[in-house]
C-alpha cells in the first residue's frame, strides 16, 4: 500500500518540478482513502468533518464524537501536506480554528 503512495506522489513531484499538469489516474480516489484511513486510525485530535476537493476528493469524519469543525482543502495539496513534502495548504475552516492547526501538524507514511 505504501509503495502505491509513493509512486503516486512522486508523479506529483515529478510534474510539478517540470511544470507539467498532473494526469490524474483512477488510482487517486483509493489512494486519498488509504490515506486518510491510516490518518484515521491515528488521529488523536477532536473530531474533525475533512472534505477533500478536487481529484480523489471527498468527505470524511476524522476522530469520534461530534465534529468541532469542517476543514476544506484541495486533495492533492492535502496529501503533499501529510507527506511533509509542503504546506501550501489554506485548510480553509468553519468551527474551530485549532482544528486545521492539528490538522496541519498531522503525517501520514507515504
Partial sequence: MISAR????????LARAVGAMHQP??????????VIADLDAEWGGPAVDLTL??????T???GDGAPVARVTEDAVAFMRLLSGRS???ALTTDGAPAAAEVL???RVVF
Fill in 104 to 106: 496541519r501538524r498531522a
Fill in 60 to 62: 470524511w469524519r476524522l
Fill in 53 to 58: 476537493t478536487g481529484v480523489g476528493g471527498g
Fill in 25 to 34: 489516474t483512477q488510482a487517486e480516489p483509493e489512494i486519498v482513502r488509504q
Fill in 87 to 89: 504546506d501550501e495548504c
Fill in 6 to 13: 509513493d509512486v503516486w506522489m512522486h508523479r506529483i513531484d
